[in-house]
């Protein structure tokens, strides 16, 4: 594989609307980052136009409904930064899963933790990948095709599956980043277990806000909670490490932003 730089997606997004705006996306974006401790950049952190609501700005869904461009929203929709309802699950969801979980852990995690220690990843367009490192390389899977700058390799997975799992993060990724505000952890794929994540709350009272692409005791997607101490005996509480909201619950209409408000009140912290 070679050391091309991948692609920009914030100036992809300023160049979609005409560099009107300050704009924000959820994926990563060079140039590289070698400050600690997250050697990565802030997806949402300032701008005019962002993915999810901040003080002081707009988010591209504000913008899509004020310019009343049908390609706009579709284009945003795309690359989640406007949220859409999620589909079902193709068939060899599982079988692309375990794939690819590979891929994330041996490959691209592997090729980051070489160049600055750190492991983990992000969601990218119709995928995952790492934040970009070294001379501005990133490495990324796309509908089931390795990039690497400009190499690209087919993965043995099925595409569908693929960008199937590609949404799923992009899903989390809308959702974590509005859950996270202005705090100081940030959402990270973890590559081990294969979930997107963000820890938060004060000491006590903490826990991990997450999705998973599903596992051994789930095959099918969800979200959780999964407070590092003792919790009451809600009945929210529906799983041995905390709370969860499974893919069927989302595709029937659960309100996932709310399961999460919900997590956070019962650990005592809004």
Partial sequence: MGLAAGRNARAEAAARV???????VLEPSPPTVTEPPFFADDPTAGGEVGPVERPGSRTW???????????????????????RPL??????????????H??????????????????????????????????????????GVLVDGDQRQPLDVDPAAARALGDWFG?????????RGDGPSRVQLWPEHFDMAVDLGPDGQRANFGGSPGDDDHPEPYLYVGPFSEHD????????????LTYQELLDGADPLAFFRTGRELLGFS
Avoid: M
Wanted: aromatic share 12%; proline share 6%.
């Fill in 18 to 24: 005409d560099y009107r705006w300050d704009v924000r």
């Fill in 61 to 83: 869904a504000e913008v899509c409904d004020t310019e009343n461009d049908p390609d706009l929203r579709a284009w945003c929709e795309d690359r989640w930064l406007v949220r």
């Fill in 87 to 100: 589909q079902p699950l193709p068939d060899a969801s599982v079988a692309a899963r375990k794939v690819l």
């Fill in 102 to 143: 590979g891929v994330a852990e041996h490959t691209l995690a592997s090729a980051r933790q070489a160049a600055n220690g750190k492991i983990g990843l992000r969601f990218t367009y119709h995928g995952f990948g790492t934040p970009f490192f070294g001379d501005d390389r990133q490495l990324r899977v796309e509908d």
């Fill in 171 to 179: 899903f989390c990724a809308s959702l974590l980043e509005q859950v």
């Fill in 233 to 244: 005996d809600d009945p929210f509480w529906n799983e041995p490490f905390g709370a969860s």
